[in-house]
DNA sequence: TTATAAACAGACCGGTTGTCCTGTTTTGTC
DNA sequence: GACAAAACAGGACAACCGGTCTGTTTATAA
């Protein structure tokens, strides 16, 4: 008789694991397309590993959103955005970014984010709940940015909550349009629409002034 | 023994009833989420009936989307904007009566054609192709309103495409974050983003040169 | 070592799903 | 009226889904 292998606990990379073919799962296929027998096989974890790690279907989509979602978002957008010269040239170089990504990928598999947000946030309160949180912390690390640069100068008047509301839409928009063609190329489109636009709410433009003094409010 | 009601055979009647609960559940709950056992019971038609008319559930779909959804794209966005005095104006018309019909409901089922694009673009193709001719169709007419409006000295020269683009991604965009949230403002907060950019590529801006000569088209 | 709980394995079950199939009724046509 | 096709009724079914349950193995602490 021979003992021939013994078992392994490892709670943390199990969890890890159900939770990546899980993130890849639902992007690729959504939610509820996506059953657990699926994601166990795909996994290589047994029925009883996954329910003591997640014990419904709806935590471990709950998690999922949570811990790779949010994480996503921040990743690809808020810290990119966060680190960039400015809040234009940010969101600018994530558009590009993304585009470039996509295109020589070869496919559109959409925006985590919405993708999920677009099949659970009517579904259930809780995911609409984690998902709205997703969205607001998005637009205000751009509205953030925004306010940064106003403090500096490089930036008009133009409304923080609005740019940045019209930011998230647009990419949001555009990455469904894209996923929908299957063509990057309307987040290109998108993009340079976005550049070309100037904002206006301070007519007299104020070109270039560098910054001089620190400044305490909006110039 | 009592012959108490008899049939009455209603082909069409019959098809259109079933369209429009799948219209609506496939809307508030999402494709997938849907049953076609729920289907015939808010609809009042037998499983024979629904297979007579619909072979399977994905042609169900497919009519949904071909035959309700594209309406509903063109009787909300493309018609207004159509009709209306300027491409800027018919966006900002409709952006606000979204925003205030939503408003008064009080709740975001989100939009038609989005909802479904996301869950079903990947799953597909023959969902994809459909839901993409109807994002196509909705970015040409507003471009196509643009030139008008630019062959009218009414718009400046923005490149018609691109902005076509940009308001297709910010409706859909904020139209996913107000169902998110539960809450139309953000179309608004998008809408007035929106209207305070300026188009530069003329950067001499022409104003409001008025119609010169007597114009063949739409006034 | 021993006790205890966590980690994991895998079978099992009730309910649901989409589809198919057989029959009956209605409608149109000659 | 005869007949064929369309329109409709409704049951049946196999596959599948998510969750539960029992049992075994591993880690931890005393």
Tied chains: 1, 2.
Excluded at 10 to 35: C, I, K, W
Excluded at 55 to 66: D, G, R
Excluded at 106 to 124: F, I, K, M, T, W
Excluded at 163 to 181: I, N, Q
Aim: hydrophobic share 45%; with cysteine; glycine share 8%.
């Amino acid at each position: 008789m021979v003992m021939r292998k013994k078992r392994t606990n490892d709670p943390e990379g199990m969890r890890r694991r159900v939770l990546d073919v899980a993130e890849d799962t639902f992007q690729a296929r959504g939610y509820h397309a996506s059953s657990l027998g699926d994601l166990m096989a795909a996994a290589g974890v047994t029925g009883g590993a996954l329910h003591h790690h997640f014990p419904t279907k709806k935590a471990l989509a709950l998690a999922v959103i949570e811990e790779r979602v949010a994480a996503a978002v921040r990743e690809t957008w808020i810290d990119p955005v966060l680190a960039a010269p400015s809040a234009r040239e940010g969101v600018r170089a994530v558009f590009e970014a993304v585009a470039e990504e996509l295109e020589q990928q070869g496919y559109v598999r959409g925006c985590p984010l919405n993708n999920l947000a677009h099949e659970l946030s009517l579904a259930d309160d809780e995911f609409r709940l984690a998902l709205a949180r997703i969205f607001a912390d998005w637009r205000q690390a751009i509205a953030d940015k925004i306010r940064a640069d106003q403090l500096d100068g490089g930036e008009g008047a133009i409304d923080p909550e609005r740019f940045a509301a019209l930011t998230v839409a647009a990419y949001s928009g555009a990455m469904s349009m894209a996923k929908a063609s299957q063509n990057a190329g309307v987040l290109r489109e998108c993009l340079k629409g976005f550049e070309n636009f100037e904002l206006s709410p301070s007519r007299g433009r104020l070109k270039r002034r560098r910054r001089v003094l620190p400044r305490p409010k909006i110039g």
